[in-house]
């Protein structure tokens, strides 16, 4: 699971936190340029941050994934939309997804800083097992060992359109994690946009 360095703002029920930090390493206006560029958006398009996150309204729901090359947390999300739509739809409305951001109602923007990571060594008390020369018997012993890993920033997004062009961070964290993505990368973004979704209104079956 991924590891948040930027949690939950008080105020919000969203994680919303545009802010200077050694974690982002960028300014706001820095941070929302590169979000720009990454989703494509025309000059003529505006990309603000809300201070009231609210569900979209429409049904069903236009939704653009941008994951860039990360096509391990991209395939993770079309199987986390395709369960929703056989599990949640009924009650919190279906999800549709669209190819572009200008078509979409929300987006779910994640991408890796590579350029950022940083590798480190974690040592610790460990066990292995050895043969007893005496008795041929397996016993397990302590040892000393280290673990070498490298950590990437990741900076995720929703994003929703409520009129065309005009564009409102409604939900941001960075974290920390490893460079091998898996099976769960991606998944706290999810969480926050299941969790958004199933505020809306009951829809009409």
Not at 35 to 61: E, G, H, Y
Not at 166 to 189: C, H, Q, T, W
Request: charged share 25%.
């Amino acid at each position: 699971m991924e590891r948040q360095l930027v949690l939950r703002a008080a105020a919000a029920s969203l994680f919303l936190c545009l802010v200077n930090s050694p974690a982002t390493g960028q300014t706001p206006a820095e941070e929302i340029a590169r979000l720009r560029q990454i989703l494509v958006l025309p000059d003529s398009a505006t990309l603000t941050v809300s201070a009231t996150p609210a569900p979209p309204t429409t049904s069903p729901v236009k939704l653009f994934i941008a994951t860039g090359l990360d096509l391990r947390v991209q395939q993770n999300f079309l199987k986390w939309v395709d369960e929703w739509n056989r599990k949640d739809a009924k009650k919190h409305g279906s999800l549709v997804l669209v190819n572009d951001a200008a078509s979409a109602d929300v987006i779910l923007a994640r991408f890796v800083d590579r350029e950022k990571a940083r590798t480190g060594t974690e040592t610790g008390l460990r066990t292995g097992v050895v043969v007893d020369p005496m008795t041929g018997a397996m016993q397990a012993v302590p040892y000393a060992g280290a673990v070498s890993y490298t950590l990437v920033p990741v900076f995720a997004y929703i994003v929703t359109q409520a009129s065309p062009n005009r564009f409102a961070i409604i939900g941001r964290y960075v974290v920390a994690r490893p460079a091998e993505e898996d099976k769960n990368s991606g998944k706290v973004l999810w969480d926050e946009f299941k969790d958004l979704m199933k505020k809306r209104p009951d829809q009409p079956r």
